[in-house]
């Protein structure tokens, strides 16, 4: 974890603005991105195949042997970690889906036979149990992706549709549209096309989707219709006109991806992905999407329910000294904002004599008369922010992201931090890159919000679930000499 370490935030004492540190920042991003896919689609895919085989040979473990013996352990668990995660197929034709699920199974299972044959592992199996895993298992997989493929548009349907605009009214961006609308795995709604040129130009092009501005009404359409993808469609040539765009748009929490043409393609030095066969370029996303999402969740249900357990008598007797010391609830219960800009409620052990949340809300200070005695305490150590792993068992938090501010700060820095409400891109969290590195506790200067949001970008720039357990081991010890919690 040396290179995680050698790599901080601004110190909090800083009067000049965090600097970019994507640049010289050593931590490995690890995100595979599957662009304008449901997420609930995207986990099925990367693990039908995994979960198809392991469960076959389980189940000739039964009919061979009435029970899962260790050696057939061994064989799921192999095939599981060679295929996971799976590739996805939905977007290929189902005649090439079936050839590459064929193609692929032969090449794992002559990788399984050759090396049961030089361990001599194959002895452990009976030659009824291979013949029929051989041709048992492909017959699966393509079961399985049959009524994958039937099932996905309904599942689709039954979560609803995202919303999507496309800016700039050009050959691409129409085809871009044109393949969303026609594609049956595509979860996006296009709502229309933001352009400086006149509504005649629809028609040229061939489309009927409607115009719904000018560029410059792009931001403020984003934020009233809660869109939830932008996809520009700009000619590179026009970069100043593109920087005015992205600046006007990190006040949505829309994720942004280019749509570049052909000659763009070849000769741009970034990462590329595809969405129904056309070629995009990502500029804001989150980096938890398919497996990364699954990971992430799984690790906080797990984390969060140990910790919890830990913790259980520390909490009770929090709650029983936080009711005695002082009149009102236990618990304190603020507007926070969550993933995407969507408001949720965070929970806390009350740690002041007033429970603010309204639309003015000053931060609390050194030496603060609203905090009580036993607060104070609480706030310096951090076991006010215990009850916060309940959040992150509803889903609305997780243990480790930007931390939340109130809604009233949010409204406040949203207008003078350039990309603050990217950081709503994940869920917040409980502890966070920014607080490990001396950024915890009041922001008195707009200098020390923007080091804050620039380490929460950071994070989000680079992270891997190695990153996240390290920020939880390094936040034990910050929070018992950090001077900057009250």
């Not at 930007?402 to 931090?417: C, D, F, G, S």
């Amino acid at each position: 974890m040396t290179a995680i370490a050698s790599t901080t935030c601004p110190p909090p004492a800083t009067t000049a603005p965090a600097p970019y540190l994507g640049s010289t920042s050593r931590f490995n991003r690890v995100a595979s991105l599957h662009i304008g896919r449901d997420n609930l689609i995207n986990v099925i895919e990367v693990v039908l195949d995994p979960i198809v085989l392991t469960f076959s040979v389980w189940m000739i473990s039964f009919i061979e042997e009435g029970e899962l013996t260790l050696p057939y352990l061994i064989v799921s668990l192999m095939a599981f970690s060679l295929t996971f995660p799976a590739q996805p197929r939905l977007e290929e034709s189902f005649v090439r889906s079936l050839l590459n699920i064929v193609t692929g199974w032969l090449f794992l299972a002559s990788l399984i036979v050759i090396f049961g044959y030089a361990t001599k592992a194959l002895s452990l199996f009976p030659a009824r149990a291979i013949i029929t895993w051989l041709w048992a298992a492909p017959l699966c997989l393509i079961v399985a992706h049959t009524l994958f493929r039937l099932a996905a548009p309904m599942l689709l349907r039954a979560q609803g549709a995202k919303r999507a605009v496309i800016i700039g009214m050009n050959e691409q961006g129409a085809q871009l549209a044109s393949r969303l609308a026609e594609s049956p795995y595509s979860d996006l709604q296009v709502l229309g096309f933001f352009d400086d040129r006149n509504i005649e130009r629809l028609h040229v092009i061939g489309h009927g989707r409607p115009l719904l501005g000018r560029i410059s009404e792009a931001a403020e359409h984003v934020k009233q219709a809660q869109v939830n993808l932008i996809y520009i469609s700009l000619p590179m040539a026009t970069q100043p006109r593109i920087m005015r765009l992205l600046d006007e748009l990190r006040d949505t929490t829309a994720s942004i991806y280019f749509v570049p043409d052909l000659f763009v393609t070849d000769i741009i030095q970034s990462r590329m992905e595809t969405i129904c066969d056309m070629p995009v370029v990502s500029v804001c996303e989150t980096p938890f999407t398919g497996t990364n999402g699954l990971t992430k969740r799984l690790s906080d249900i797990v984390l969060s329910l140990l910790i919890l357990l830990l913790i259980s008598p520390i909490l009770l007797v929090v709650a029983a000294g936080v009711k005695l010391s002082s009149p009102g609830p236990v618990i304190f219960k603020q507007r926070r904002y969550g993933l995407d800009g969507q408001e949720i409620v965070v929970y806390k052990f009350r740690s002041m004599t007033v429970c603010e949340d309204g639309g003015q809300i000053a931060q609390a200070r050194k030496g603060d008369q609203r905090i009580t005695r036993l607060g104070a305490f609480l706030r310096k150590t951090s076991l006010d922010e215990l009850p916060q792993f309940v959040n992150v068992l509803q889903g609305r938090m997780s243990i480790v992201g930007p931390r939340p501010h109130a809604v009233a700060h949010n409204e406040q820095y949203r207008k003078l931090i350039n990309g603050y409400m990217v950081r709503h891109k994940v869920k917040p969290g409980i502890t966070g890159w920014a607080q490990v590195n001396g950024l915890r506790g009041e922001t008195e200067t707009l200098d020390k919000m923007k080091a804050r949001v620039e380490c929460d970008l950071d994070y989000l720039r680079h992270w891997s679930l190695g990153l996240d357990l390290y920020i939880i081991l390094k936040t034990v010890g910050v929070v018992f000499k950090d001077q900057y919690a009250y």
